[in-house]
């Protein structure tokens, strides 16, 4: 049981980081419409101007690479550790270093800011609106993602059926493991609807003077979201379903983490296809050159949180990595927010907290086989 909760850990946790520093740090920064949440101009491919910059975007590439480095060899000596409850606080603390490859991100982010107005960048542009297409290019297929979730919804249901007796099978697995386990993947399932509609609902992008090509590159990127969605909430219905039919016939732990194994590879894969088709679309689609549009570098701190008291959005896309963010001077941008910083912060207080008190070797004793 042990060497499967060390492969979990490492298949949720290696890609990841590996995903996360090639998204942020590219390794050919001229060829990109944003560097390190910047966006591109040609005064930083100039002179002076072109040295310095070159030494920032180095110095983030290879912090980045320190922290990924660090978190992908600290993962495969974990592997070789005995599972106690030190180990396994550390292999969960790893999960939270994942966000460190953002520090040397957002340390470029400030320096290429300071650099544009060393050279004299101001602020310029108008912000553009295709009238033709406003609010008119949507990609998300409602039905293909309520579907997975009412699926879901009846396999909890039964669940729940089955541990109160309502429906006479002898379930091997303990007292309400059957019902915990499917309402933990309903609750996701649920959440990735009004993430997915959001996403959908993102003000049409503007990149060209041509209004069709906006609307094919506004519907490649929004399609590339939904797919990414409706995969995920299938995935995430089909393991609930697999669960609940293991977990009656049997109450082995192997079991259930294996297919745990199985199901973060599986969600890992649909991440990365995601990624790369959304690579693929921007490398389709070349923004006009000559469209000026508005620098609004300074509305993103760090390039990770976008606040912008003039725009009505709630979310936007990211600079960092895939799909979309909340802006942080909406009302709700403000509450989403202080609720996610609450819960991380409090999640990593009550797991060191837990490792202090030996509370996970106790939990380990208790599940070791």
Request: proline content about 3%; hydrophobic content about 50%; glycine content about 8%.
């Amino acid at each position: 049981m042990t060497w499967l909760i060390k492969v979990i850990m490492f298949v949720c946790i290696v890609p990841t980081v590996i995903l996360m520093y090639m998204l942020g740090f590219s390794r050919n920064p001229g060829r990109k419409k944003m560097i390190l949440g910047v966006r591109d101009n040609p005064k930083f491919h100039e002179g002076e101007g072109g040295k310095k910059f070159d030494a920032i975007v180095d110095s983030a590439r290879k912090g980045g690479l320190i922290i990924t480095a660090a978190v992908v060899i600290m993962s495969i000596i974990m592997m070789f550790m005995p599972v106690n409850g030190t180990t396994l606080l550390t292999w969960i603390l790893l999960v939270f270093a994942l966000f460190l490859v953002v520090v040397p991100y957002g340390k470029g982010n400030t320096e290429l800011k300071n650099l544009k107005k060393e050279l004299g960048i101001t602020k310029s542009g108008v912000t553009y609106t295709d009238i033709t297409n406003t609010n008119v290019v949507h990609a998300l297929k409602l039905p293909w993602i309520f579907l997975p979730n009412a699926l879901a919804l009846i396999g909890t249901v039964a669940a729940v059926l089955i541990d109160l007796g309502v429906i006479g099978l002898d379930v091997a697995s303990e007292k309400y493991a059957l019902t915990l386990m499917s309402i933990s993947f309903l609750f996701v399932g649920v959440i990735m609807v009004p993430i997915a509609i959001l996403m959908d609902n993102t003000r049409n992008m503007v990149i060209s003077r041509d209004s069709n090509i906006n609307a094919n590159y506004s519907r490649a990127k929004k399609k590339t979201w939904a797919d990414l969605f409706i995969a995920m909430s299938w995935a995430n219905a089909l393991c609930l379903i697999a669960y609940d039919i293991v977990l009656v016939f049997t109450s082995s732990e192997t079991a259930v983490l294996a297919g745990t194994v199985l199901y973060s590879a599986v969600i890992m894969a649909i991440v990365i296809i995601g990624v790369i088709t959304q690579q693929q679309v921007e490398r389709r689609y070349d923004r006009d050159t000559e469209l000026e549009l508005q620098d609004d570098d300074d509305n993103w701190i760090l390039g990770l949180f976008y606040y912008n008291p003039n725009d009505t959005r709630l979310n936007v896309e990211k600079r960092l990595g895939y799909g979309g963010t909340v802006n942080v001077a909406h009302p709700a941008g403000k509450v989403i927010m202080i609720i996610s910083a609450v819960i991380i912060i409090g999640s990593i207080v009550f797991l060191i907290y837990m490792g202090a008190t030996g509370q996970f070797d106790e939990s380990v004793m208790i599940n070791k086989p």
